[in-house]
C-alpha cells in the first residue's frame, strides 16, 4: 500500500499539532511508520487519504458499532443540525435520551450528559467522593478512565503506549489518593480495603478491561468486589465507556449480572459524536448541583446534535437488540479462524474475547492482568500490525487495545482478515 498522502499530510500536522495528532495512540509510536489519514468511511471500510480501503477494527475505538456513517444517526444529525447546534437552554431531546438509557441500563434512575469519557468518570469519582465523604479511591493497573489526574497512575491504553503511566503534571497530593490494584485480584483489593480503613471513597474499573488490550473478569472478580464494596460501604464504579451498550443493552450489569453503584459511559452513547455521561440511582444522583453540593456543569453537555446521534444509535440498539448476539457471534467466528492461523505457528499467542471485544497478545502466558499484559511481545506485535495493514486490514496501532467489531462487517470480511492473518503470520516467520 501506498501512504504519500498521509506522510504529507502527517508532516504538516506535526508543524502544528503536538506530534500531528490530537490523541496520542493515532500517533502509530507503538508501532512506527506513519498515521494513516482517513479521508471518509462508511460500514466497516475506511477509505484513506491515498485512496486505499481497509477492514475497520477499531470503530473509532468502539462508537461506531454498527458501522460508519449509518444512515439513521447521520440522518438525525443533519435534520437536527437545521435547527440551531448549540442553545445552553434545555432541550426535549435530553429528556428522550436520558428516558431512554435509564430503561435499557439495570440500578439506574438518573443520567447527567458529558462531552467525554474523561469526563463522565472524572465527575463520578468527584460524585463518589462527594457522597461518602471520603477522599482515597482504587484503581485497577492498566485500567484507562480518561486522562484527568486522578486516572493517570498506572494508566492503560496510550497512557502506557506511550511510556508515561505516571504522567509529568499530576500533583503527589493528587497521586496519593489514587490507590493502585492489580486486575483479577480480589484478595489484594481486600487488604487494601483493610489498610485503607474508611478513607476509600469507591472502586472504580472496566468491568471487562479494554485498555490493556481486552481482558476479561475472572469468574467471580465483579461480584466478589461488590460485596466488598458492600461491606465497607464503598461505591462501585463501572466504567462503561467502552463495554457500555457494546456488550448488552444493560452493558456488564447485564452481561455478568453484577450491580454497580454507579456507571459511567461514552464512545456508543454519542454515536460518534462527542457524548459522555454518568448513571446511578436517584440517591446517589440527588447529590450533583443544582439539586445537590456536587458540582459539575458543561456548555455543551446535552448538545443538541450530539443527543440526536445518540438517541438514534441507543433506538437502534434497543429496538434490534439481536445485534448484540450478531456481533459476539462474528467476533467468536473471527476467534476461531485467528485461533486456527496462529495455533499453526510457532508464534506465542493468547487471544482474549467478550462479547464484541478481542485482542491478540503475543504471549507466552495467559494475560490476566497489566504485568502479563505487559510482558506481551511488542515486537511481533509491530510486525504484526504492519503486515496486516498491508492487506488492508486497520486493527488498533498498539498491543494495549481491543478491538471493537461494528455489526456492517461480513463474514466475508472476517474470512478476508483471518486470510490476511495466515499471509502474515507466514512473512513473521
Ligand atoms: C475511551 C475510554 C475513556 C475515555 O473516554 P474519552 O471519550 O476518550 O475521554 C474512559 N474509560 C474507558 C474505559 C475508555 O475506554
Known sequence: MIYKRSSALFSEAQRVIPGGVNSPVRAFNAVGGTPIFVE????????DEDGN??????????????????????????????KGTSFGMPTEIETTIASLSVSMVPNVDK???????????????????????????????????????????????????????????VTQGTAKDTILASYNNLEQVAQLLEIHKNEIACIII????????????????LQGLRDLCDSNGVLLIFDEVMT?????KGGV??????????????????????????AAREE?????????????AGTLSGNPLAMAAGLAMLTQLNDNPGIFTSLASKTEYLHRGLDKVLSTSKLPYTINRVGSMISIHFSETPVTNFTTA??????????FFHGMLNQGVYLPPSAFESWFLNDALTYQDIDNTVAACEKVVQEIA
Open 40 to 47: 471518509k468511511a462508511k460500514g466497516a471500510y475506511l477509505y
Open 53 to 82: 480501503t481497509l477492514i475497520d477494527y477499531i470503530a473509532s475505538w468502539g462508537p461506531m458499532i454498527l458501522g460508519h456513517a449509518y444512515e439513521p444517526v447521520v440522518n438525525a444529525v443533519i435534520e437536527k443540525a437545521r
Open 111 to 169: 443520567i447527567r450528559f458529558v462531552n467525554s469519557g474523561t469526563e463522565a468518570c472524572m465527575s463520578a469519582v468527584r460524585l463518589a467522593r462527594g457522597f461518602t465523604g471520603k477522599d482515597k479511591i482504587i484503581k485497577f493497573a492498566g485500567c484507562y478512565h480518561g486522562h484527568s489526574d486522578s486516572f493517570l497512575i498506572q494508566a492503560g491504553s496510550g497512557a502506557v503506549t506511550h511510556g508515561t503511566p505516571n504522567s509529568p503534571g
Open 206 to 221: 472496566e468491568p471487562v478491561a479494554g485498555n490493556m488490550g481486552c481482558i476479561p473478569p475472572a469468574e467471580g472478580f
Open 244 to 248: 457500555g451498550f457494546r456488550l448488552a
Open 253 to 278: 450489569q447485564e452481561f455478568y449480572n453484577v450491580r454497580a453503584d454507579i456507571v459511567t459511559f461514552g464512545k456508543v452513547i454519542g454515536g460518534g459524536l462527542p457524548v459522555g455521561a454518568f
Open 284 to 296: 446517589i444522583m440527588n447529590f450533583l448541583a443544582p439539586v445537590g453540593p456536587v458540582y459539575q
Open 374 to 383: 505487559a510482558h506481551a511481545n511488542n515486537e511481533t506485535f509491530k510486525q
